[in-house]
């Protein structure tokens, strides 16, 4: 790291994502989005081109601009309608274009300033433009901050599933501004609470009783958040350093999703009646289910698990979702198209209790549906 950059990070906490020559840091600490002007001209960048959506534009865009405007950069900003909806390959076309418009060229920068969505469309907008741009990204939704702008998993979604269309493209920076979240609404904020638990679930059982214990700190904000956030943060980077494109472990980041991205699918990406973390939460208490069904877990770990994610105000079953969802077969269909596929057979992340998950291949799909029809009855 610059020295500038170096004096500019004492404040904030640093986690390191070791990658070779693809490494990057995450900063978390408050005040970060004044300083993303002098961080991108510490990356070498010229010009920045910023994607966002509305409402964070609302919130924040002024001050990004202000910042990199202050460096001497020369920034431009594409902002897209907010929601799930925006990730999409029409709306892929139009931020390339505005990102072409602004000729951003290779060495200069693209700044994802958003939640997930702004975070995996312009991040897959960065791979493609010129045949791969930089990539900083800005998350200012939890979810964002603690999982989908670390790791370079970038994509949009296509009508036969969830983020089927993408790439892997590191960032060359992720700056996590812990003032951001005061404008997030309290909806969003827990439905990013499932990916802090989902670390906590998979091998981290100390992780989820302190998040039992103090999730009214964690929400309220202060250093029980940051801590949360921090390791988060760390354990994505130690999965992401050890297996970067999911031909192994990576894929236990994966838990609730098989249930919770078909569920996604169902209700369309309809942000009104399912967000992605609330899909995860589902689909992380389901797969808890699952396991106890299959023998796997104790019955007791799956319902402390649901126990949890109901208390903090998460949806733990299908039945929650407004308006209701497809039949258990149409479900088991959309997680065909799930990318852990592998020859036609499913692949689940189940447990045997909490802090012990791990990635089951080849799971039989009579008795996932046999399981989705007892979820639905
Ligand atoms: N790439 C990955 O590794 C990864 C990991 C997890 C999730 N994801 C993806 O992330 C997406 C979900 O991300 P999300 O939950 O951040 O959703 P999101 O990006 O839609 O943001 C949630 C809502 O909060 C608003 N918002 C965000 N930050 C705000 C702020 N600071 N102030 C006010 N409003 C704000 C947004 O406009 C939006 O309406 C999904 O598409 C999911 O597939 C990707
Ligand atoms: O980074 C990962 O790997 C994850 O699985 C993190 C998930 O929280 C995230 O939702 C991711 O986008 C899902 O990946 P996908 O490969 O199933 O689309
Ligand atoms: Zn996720």
Redesign the pocket.
């Known amino acids: 790291m610059a020295d500038a950059a170096r004096a500019l990070s004492d404040e904030a906490e640093v986690v390191p994502v070791s990658l070779g020559d693809r490494s990057y840091e995450i900063l978390i600490g408050r005040g970060l989005l004044e300083q993303s002007g002098a961080r991108a001209k510490a990356l070498g960048a010229r010009k920045v081109g910023v994607v966002t959506?509305e409402?964070?534009a609302a919130?924040?865009l002024p001050r990004v601009m202000e910042s990199l405007t202050a460096a001497g950069l020369d920034a431009s900003a594409v902002v897209v309608p907010?929601?799930?909806s925006s990730?999409s390959l029409d709306r892929l076309a139009t931020v390339v274009d505005g990102l072409l418009a602004a000729r951003i060229e290779r060495k200069d920068l693209v700044l994802a300033l958003?939640?997930?969505?702004?975070?995996?469309l312009a991040g897959f907008a960065a791979s493609v433009l010129r045949r791969g741009v930089r990539c900083l990204q800005a998350p200012?939704?939890l979810?964002?901050q603690v999982?989908?702008s670390v790791?370079g998993?970038?994509g949009v979604n296509s009508r036969h599933g969830?983020?089927l269309i993408g790439a892997f493209h590191q960032p060359s920076l992720v700056l996590a501004d812990a003032d951001?979240?005061d404008?997030?609404?309290e909806r969003?904020f827990r439905?990013?609470y499932a990916?802090v638990a989902k670390y906590g679930l998979i091998d981290d059982p100390a992780f989820f009783a302190r998040l039992e214990r103090n999730w009214r700190q964690v929400f309220a904000g202060g250093p029980e958040r940051t801590n949360a956030i921090a390791a988060s943060c760390r354990a994505k980077a130690a999965v992401v350093a050890r297996d970067e494109h999911e031909h192994g472990d990576r894929a236990l980041l994966n838990l609730g999703h098989t249930f919770g991205h078909a569920l996604e699918a169902d209700v369309r990406y309809d942000g009104a009646r399912l967000?992605?973390?609330e899909g995860v939460a589902i689909g992380m208490a389901m797969a808890f289910r699952f396991s106890a069904a299959l023998g796997l877990a104790p019955e007791e770990d799956a319902a402390r698990v649901g126990a949890h994610l109901a208390t903090v105000g998460l949806p733990t079953s299908p039945k929650a979702i407004p308006g209701g969802v497809s039949d258990a077969a149409t479900l088991l269909g959309h997680m065909r198209q799930d990318k852990k596929v592998e020859g036609g057979k499913l692949t689940f992340i189940l447990a045997r209790g909490v802090g012990k998950s791990f990635v089951a291949r080849d799971v039989d799909a009579e008795k996932v549906l046999a399981f989705l029809e007892s979820e639905l009855a």
């Not at 958003?114 to 995996?120: A, H, L, N, P, T």
């Open positions: 959506d409402n964070v919130a924040h907010a929601g799930e990730k958003g939640g997930g969505v702004v975070g995996d200012t939704s979810l964002a999982d989908s790791g998993k970038t969830k983020n951001a979240l404008t997030l609404p969003e439905a990013g990916e967000v992605h973390g």
